[in-house]
């Protein structure tokens, strides 16, 4: 997380702990409904470890939980290395969340029942039963959000409006997400 920028002025400043971040975590999680999902690349490979994900639900300690395929590169680099990075939008112009987190991989049926929607026989062709299904459970550790205060249509308006004037009308806030 080096490389925030956390030289805003303290007003555009709200750290956020315990409940509150955990909140932050799952109302931006249900607005971005997928992330970039990003592992350590394993020795040797060309590709890198970050693709997009579906983000199957947020549970109440602000845990993120995916489907995967056992025989994935992903299970495979967080077997390695299970320190991952998740970078989610939740609308255009508002809704960051960058989490850092520990992935654990399991077969919990009750889990997979839990998460599985029918859209995802795409990837895993034998239904619920797919041998291949496994969850991943990220834990979040920290993180970082920029967002705005009032809504993305006050927002929206106040840009125009500080375009109109010449005049920064800032409505950001930003600031760590600790669970």
Known sequence: MDSINRNQPEHNRQDLAAAAAVERIQEMSDDADSCFFCTAPLAGSETGGTRPMSI????????????????????????????????????????????????SISRDREQIDALWNPIMKTWFTEGKDDPRITVIRVAAESGYYWDNKHGEFIAATKMVIGAALGKTLDDSIEGTVAP
């Open 56 to 103: 199957k639900k947020a549970d109440a300690s602000g845990a993120l939980y995916f489907l995967s395929a056992s025989d994935s590169h992903k299970n495979a680099e967080i077997e390695a290395d299970p320190n991952v990075r998740l970078y989610l939008q939740s609308a255009k112009h508002s809704g960051f969340l960058v989490l850092d987190g520990h992935a």
